[in-house]
């Protein structure tokens, strides 16, 4: 067994200010990859394992994309491996592709006490407005480790997904995936990506995110199926 990636100081914090505030179960899917190039699948399973088996409220699945990579993409809308899918009372999905690390794990597990209590940290008439939008929205967060305005960047997109089924909310740890982030021309991050047509650069409040989603679900809106 390899050694613990969480010490014992962190275990406590984890269990004393996250896992104690736990209420409903909250399902960690982790799709793992084969691929002899994933740097960190390993430790991600760990560290997904380690954070799951404290607390009963938590359940671990694991999956491989290549034994099942049309499912897998079509029911988590993934594109890729490693991710995690957070699934708690939340409406939409929520992914993280990656390791999360650094700055970005308080966050990560903040969120899974969010989707476990169904708890958002959004004004009321911004919440009214995201569970109002009926068209298909992706967003995607590209962010690294050290960068310190991701985390709040990433938090606000994954509470626009908990409140509506229609919004799909994905972080990108950006150097484990370079040619993503190319596709997506990552210079500096937090960038945010809406539906592949509408990005910037920098940390925004909810308001300007709403705004850009209605911007361009508007710019798309003869794309309904």
Not at 119 to 147: A, M, R
Request: charged share 25%; with cysteine; hydrophobic share 35%.
């Amino acid at each position: 067994m390899s050694n613990p990636i969480l010490s014992e100081e962190d275990r406590k914090i984890v269990m004393e200010e996250y896992w104690s505030r736990l209420s409903n179960e909250v399902k960690l899917i982790y799709i793992n990859s084969r691929d002899s190039d994933c740097q960190y699948c390993d430790l991600i399973k760990q560290l997904y394992t380690e954070l799951s088996q404290m607390t009963d409220k938590i359940t671990l699945e694991e999956y491989y994309l290549e034994d099942n990579p049309e499912e897998l993409r079509r029911k988590y809308r993934i594109l890729t491996a490693p991710v995690v899918v957070i699934q708690g009372v939340n409406k939409g999905l929520i992914k993280f592709y990656g390791i999360p690390s650094g700055m970005e794990f308080p966050g990560f597990i903040e969120t899974i006490v969010k989707v476990s209590r169904g708890e958002v940290d959004l004004p009321n008439d911004i919440i009214q407005e995201v569970k109002n939008i009926d068209k298909y929205v992706n967003i995607k967060v590209f962010i690294t480790p050290t960068c310190p305005y991701c985390p709040k960047m990433v938090s606000t997109s994954f509470m626009f997904a908990m409140l509506n089924e229609n919004i799909d909310a994905e972080a990108w740890e950006s150097i484990e995936f370079p040619e993503v982030s190319q596709q997506y021309s990552v210079a500096a991050v937090p960038k945010t990506v809406i539906n592949d047509s509408v990005s910037w650069e920098g940390l925004v409040p909810p308001e300007y995110l709403l705004h850009n989603i209605q911007h361009a679900i508007g710019h798309h809106s003869h794309d309904e199926d």
